[in-house]
Nanobody, 125 residues
């Protein structure tokens, strides 16, 4: 499956952005989906995960209550709605697809089989 993320940009602190990730290729609904981010000089970190049906979601503590992951299997798209953005949210955001999508593996990069190219989010103070 190929993934393409877009929607990043420059926003002031307190603002909002919605990222989208469109999948092509194999059946999108057979994958659980995740968002990760990587800030300059830091390792890539888990942000959010959503189950195949969209009924179950998991978030990193740092974004809980501010970010919302959702998916539209009819449009082969996963979204990340980001609100109350902070300068520390500045990073390249990546979407990823997991064939197994099982338990704690979804919190780690190694739990994913396919990755998008990333989209830059910059939050100014």
């Amino acid at each position: 499956v190929q993934l393409q993320a877009f929607g990043g940009g420059l926003v002031q602190a307190g603002g909002s952005l919605r990222l989208s990730c469109v999948a092509s290729g194999r059946s999108f609904s057979s994958y659980t989906m995740g968002w990760f981010r990587q800030a300059p000089g830091k390792e890539r970190e888990f942000v959010a995960h959503i189950s195949r049906s969209g009924t179950s979601t998991t978030y990193a503590d740092s974004v809980k209550g501010r970010f919302t992951i959702s998916r539209d299997n009819g449009r082969d798209t996963v979204y990340l709605q980001m609100t109350s953005l902070k300068p520390e949210d500045t990073a390249v955001y990546y979407c990823a697809a997991s064939a197994s999508g099982w338990g704690p593996t979804v919190l780690k990069q190694t739990g994913y089989d396919y990755w998008g190219q990333g989209t830059q989010v910059t939050v100014s103070s």
